[in-house]
């Protein structure tokens, strides 16, 4: 992916990140799935069967805004 333009100040200035998941039993780091949030009976996420894309995070030098993009399936 391209280095994007910040959509708050407008700056090119951005650095690579992505957003850790530290939660147990996670890999790490966390990815975008499809839908709306739906929970099961103990309350977690239902996610069978539902695509999970990677999150690139970008951080803008100039004012510390985030971009997420999901850009590719995980």
């Known amino acids: 992916m391209?280095?994007?333009r910040c959509s708050q100040c407008g700056s090119e200035d951005a650095e690579p990140g992505f957003v850790e998941d530290a939660g147990e039993h996670?890999?790490?780091y966390a990815?975008?799935?499809a839908g709306p949030l739906e929970r099961?009976?103990?309350g977690g996420a239902k996610r069978m069967?539902?695509?999970r894309w990677q999150i690139d995070a970008?951080?803008?030098r100039q004012c510390g805004?985030?971009?997420l993009f999901a850009s590719e399936p995980a």
């Open 2 to 4: 391209k280095q994007p």
């Open 26 to 28: 996670s890999r790490g």
């Open 31 to 33: 990815r975008w799935i």
């Open 40 to 42: 099961g009976i103990f």
């Open 49 to 51: 069967g539902r695509q």
């Open 58 to 60: 970008w951080r803008c």
């Open 65 to 67: 805004h985030l971009e």
